[in-house]
C-alpha cells in the first residue's frame, strides 16, 4: 500500500512538473512583468531506414544467406534471433548487434547472413539523411 502511494505522489509531481514546463513564462524587470510565450517548433518528420526493395526482398536476401547451424539441428533449436543494425547516414551498415540471442551457431549465423546485406535507404529527418538503427529478427523453424 505504502509503495503504491509513493508512485501516485511520484506520477503527480511529474504531471504537474510537465505542466509547469509547458506554461508561458513570467520575466520580471523593472519596467514591470511581462509575459513571454515560448516558442515552440514543431520537429522534422521522420522516416525510418528502410531495405532496398522493400520487406520482400529483405525476406529473400535473408533466405538466400542465412544458413542453419549443424549443432543447431543436431539439437532441434528452433526460435528467433534479434539483430541490431547500426546505420550511418548513408544507409550503411557500421555496427551488427546481437540483442536476443538463441546460441548453437545461430547469433553467428544471423551475425553472416547480416553481413552479406547492401547498404539501406538511409532514415531521414525532414529532407536530410540521418544516422539510425533498425531491428531484424531472423526465426530459425526446422521443417
Request: net charge positive; glycine share 6%; with cysteine.
Amino acid at each position: 500500500m505504502h509503495f503504491t502511494k509513493s508512485i501516485l505522489l511520484v506520477s503527480s509531481f511529474l504531471f504537474s512538473f510537465a505542466l509547469m514546463a509547458q506554461a508561458p513564462a513570467l520575466l520580471a524587470s523593472a519596467e514591470g512583468v511581462t509575459l513571454v510565450e515560448p516558442i515552440i517548433t514543431p520537429a522534422a518528420p521522420f522516416t525510418a531506414a528502410s531495405y532496398p526493395g522493400g520487406q520482400a526482398a529483405l525476406e529473400e536476401q535473408l533466405r538466400t544467406n542465412v544458413v542453419y547451424p549443424q549443432l543447431a539441428q543436431d539439437y532441434a533449436i528452433e526460435g528467433t534471433v534479434v539483430v541490431r543494425l547500426s546505420l550511418n547516414e548513408n544507409g550503411k551498415i557500421v555496427k551488427r548487434e546481437v540483442v536476443r540471442g538463441l546460441g548453437f551457431g545461430c547469433d553467428e549465423a544471423a551475425l553472416s547472413a547480416l553481413a552479406q546485406m547492401p547498404n539501406w535507404n538511409a532514415a531521414r529527418r525532414g529532407s536530410k539523411q540521418v544516422s539510425g538503427f533498425v531491428y531484424v529478427p531472423l526465426r530459425f523453424q526446422l521443417r
